[in-house]
């Protein structure tokens, strides 16, 4: 919200609209090409705590029930069981690390290509 708020003050924007365009082509033209890369970047990273947030409330009961396969669950149950079998604890938490990270430079990666000026 803050960045279409900001591209709307920008000069380029507000030339547009000194030549009577309409906002509904200013906003498809000008403010959601720019506002896209921040708002991808906004998205994939909100993606990642999210997981991050329904592990960690699944790993203290409070989130997914257990017969449902989520990464908490996972987790609580290789640390049950990790004197015996340590990869079901390290590959769980690797794999929601892994793909935490991985949404994150998915992120970023989309923003480099939305947004070639580096403005973040």
């Known amino acids: 919200m803050v960045q279409v708020l900001s591209i709307r003050n920008r000069p380029y924007v507000m030339a547009a609209r000194d030549l009577g365009l309409t ?7 000008y403010v959601m090409p720019n506002a896209m ?5 906004a998205v994939s990273a ?3 705590t ?7 409330f699944s790993f203290l009961g409070v ?4 017969p ?5 669950n996972m987790i609580s149950d290789g640390l049950r069981v990790w004197t015996n079998y340590p990869l079901l604890l390290v590959a769980s938490a690797a794999v929601l690390a892994v793909v935490t990270v ?3 430079f998915l992120g970023d990666g989309l923003n480099g290509a939305l947004n070639p000026k580096g403005q973040k």
């Open 37 to 41: 890369g921040p708002l991808v970047v």
């Open 102 to 104: 991985a949404f994150n």
């Open 63 to 66: 989130g997914v029930n257990p």
């Open 50 to 56: 999210a997981m991050v947030l329904e592990g960690a």
């Open 68 to 72: 449902t396969p989520s990464g908490g």
């Open 46 to 48: 909100g993606l990642g």
């Open 23 to 29: 906002n509904g082509i200013i906003l498809r033209s």
